[in-house]
């Protein structure tokens, strides 16, 4: 009876824990923050918490953002951007950076730095060479730095790098293949050299969204998990592209002499617009494909077993530069007001519900901006749609995407209202030459979301309202 009993209590906490309590113990998420409009930091963390998510990787060490991390006992991964690098070529300014942003959080209830992030991909082949001899020396200065201030054993620094470091031979296909990109090989070897030296993890971006984008001759099946024609490479069949790319670093840092160095994917994950492979669907069937391998510790051919892996990303951000394509604002798995896009289990059960979202999100009043249907002169309708994206996000109209099969006059609405909202619905902001009038009717349609912005503090994109009253004036005078 009393076994009965105890079985009894142990059962609800052990099916509670089984569906809802993270058994991907690996799991990060990667949290950026280049939008116009941020939820408050605190809302984020909270967020984070409700949802048993304990780990997070930045982009930098903003100081809203650490201190609000200050407690919560997640583990981060605090960075260094790019544009930082060379300053932290400098011994001292590496030390002053760890004394401002590390060691002033290391306390009793403080920030639980676990990493610190040198660069972020900073040998990308688009950089054209830009970091490639000033990464190394602050990736030294920084562990120096770390280890100067007696935090080096607990706090590792690493360098978060693209999968283009490594490939494999055009003649050779395959992951056993896989070796340091030539151009950079040298260099390589010296910072795995080092990590190993210091007990620090590489750290590895994998993207199989990319593996489709701009290339329709690859195996769509393949990006994925539950289908891919298999790839046979010793005797190993690799079915999908993350376990085939993931092998071709392990065989790269063997060749290099650090077969057994821990791997940290720092980011991995599936966008949900911007592009015809970027969908709600797709990005649900790659993380269904992905959580229960990570809950499982499945690992990978070469490397089976536990592996530490931050989702990319958090939340979607709409002042990321589109440079990679439009899908770069729309990788979060949340929306840009901290609401779930679609049901996941971040447990790997494959339970799918949707995730806790942001509370208490205060939003502008109701009203959208729209194409006046009223308006004569079309003249200059063109410029004034060029106008609103270029100082907002109309990524959602492009080619594939959710907003795609607007009509003309919809195009207009959708680019005049994104502009509004950035501009925190400022009259003035819906202008347009007399091409825009406010409504308070949502114009959503279908897949197509007409946003109402968040309220927030954080300054917008563009100009300034009294840079586009000048440009109202002019207009007026011109016409």
Not at 175 to 185: E, K, L, M, Q, Y
Request: some cysteine.
């Amino acid at each position: 009876m009393g076994n009965s009993r105890f079985l009894g209590i142990l059962l609800p906490i052990f099916l509670c824990l089984y569906f809802f309590g993270g058994f991907v113990n690996g799991l990060g998420v990667n949290w950026g923050t280049m939008a116009t409009h941020k939820l408050p930091p605190k809302t984020v963390v909270q967020m984070l918490k409700d949802n048993g998510i304990k780990k997070v990787k930045l982009f930098d060490a903003d100081s809203n953002t650490m201190s609000s991390l200050a407690g919560s006992d997640l583990e981060v991964m605090v960075a260094i951007p790019n544009d930082q690098l060379l300053a932290m070529n400098s011994y001292n300014r590496a030390k002053e950076w760890v004394r401002r942003n590390i060691t002033r959080y290391n306390f009793n209830g403080g920030v639980n730095i676990k990493y610190v992030a040198v660069g972020n991909e900073p040998f990308l082949t688009s950089y054209n060479g830009s970091f490639i001899n000033i990464t190394f020396p602050a990736l030294q200065n920084i562990q120096n730095a770390l280890n100067d201030a007696g935090v080096g054993d607990s706090i590792k620094a690493t360098v978060p790098l693209n999968a283009d470091v490594y490939n494999s031979p055009d003649s050779n296909p395959v992951p056993s293949a896989g070796r340091f990109r030539t151009d950079i090989s040298g260099i390589m070897t010296q910072i795995v050299d080092y990590l190993s030296k210091n007990s620090a993890p590489f750290t590895v971006n994998i993207y199989p969204f990319l593996s489709l984008y701009g290339n329709d001759d690859f195996p769509f099946n393949y990006a994925f998990f539950d289908g891919g024609t298999p790839i046979v490479d010793n005797g190993i069949q690799y079915t999908n592209v993350f376990d085939a790319n993931f092998d071709t670093l392990v065989s790269a840092l063997k060749a290099a002499g650090h077969g057994d160095m821990t791997i940290i994917v720092g980011e991995v994950g599936w966008p949900t617009d911007g592009d015809k492979n970027g969908n709600l669907a797709n990005a649900q069937r790659f993380y269904n494909g992905l959580m229960p391998r990570l809950a499982a510790n499945k690992g990978t051919p070469l490397r089976p077993g536990y592996i530490e892996v931050y989702l990319f990303g958090l939340i979607d951000e709409d002042a990321k530069s589109i440079a990679p394509g439009n899908f770069e604002r729309h990788w979060g798995i949340y929306r840009y007001d901290g609401q779930p896009k679609f049901p996941l289990d971040l447990s790997g059960q494959n339970q799918n519900r949707f995730l806790i979202g942001a509370q208490n999100v205060e939003y502008l009043p109701q009203k959208w901006c729209m194409f006046n249907p009223n308006a004569k002169d079309l003249s200059k309708l063109a410029d004034n749609i060029n106008y609103a994206c270029t100082f907002s996000d109309c990524t959602a109209l492009g080619y594939g995407s959710s907003c795609n099969n607007l009509d003309a006059n919809g195009n207009a609405s959708y680019a005049f209202n994104m502009y509004y909202q950035v501009q925190d619905q400022s009259d003035m902001a819906c202008n347009f030459q007399g091409l825009g009038t406010v409504t308070t009717q949502n114009l959503s349609q279908g897949s197509c979301n007409f946003i109402v912005q968040i309220a927030s503090s954080s300054s917008s994109m563009g100009p300034s309202l009294v840079g586009i009253a000048f440009l109202t004036v002019l207009a007026s005078i011109v016409l």
